[in-house]
């Protein structure tokens, strides 16, 4: 806690890769962010139904549900801001994630 302030945002990390969602997750607690850590498409929807989430980072390639169908459901309920990261570079990639109103790192 930063000045004696709780934090205030809740970020939601996606990807099925620990070594990922962990290194996300020593950056956005040094800015009093609370994490909140997901390993695919399934467990991230669970976690939004149940949670305030202020802000995901999602990767598109996992198991069980990929990240840009996540994002289609997440987008039918909720308009939460999010943000692709992705080894995926295509421009059919890009230009579906941004029809779908996503930024992709």
Do not use: C, W
């Not at 139904?49 to 598109?60: Q, T």
């Amino acid at each position: 806690m930063k000045d004696g302030f709780m934090s205030k945002y809740n970020v939601l990390v996606v990807d099925d890769e620990k070594e990922i969602t962990d290194a996300i997750e020593i950056y956005l607690k040094n800015e009093d962010i609370n994490v909140i850590k997901a390993y695919d498409g399934v467990e991230a929807l669970n976690i939004i139904e149940k949670e305030d989430i202020h802000l995901v980072i999602m990767d598109l390639m996992m198991p069980k549900m990929d990240g840009m169908r996540a994002t289609m459901n997440i987008r039918k309920e909720k308009n939460i801001p999010i943000i692709i990261l992705s080894a995926k570079s295509q421009d059919i990639d890009k230009i579906l994630g941004l029809n779908i109103g996503l930024m992709i790192i």
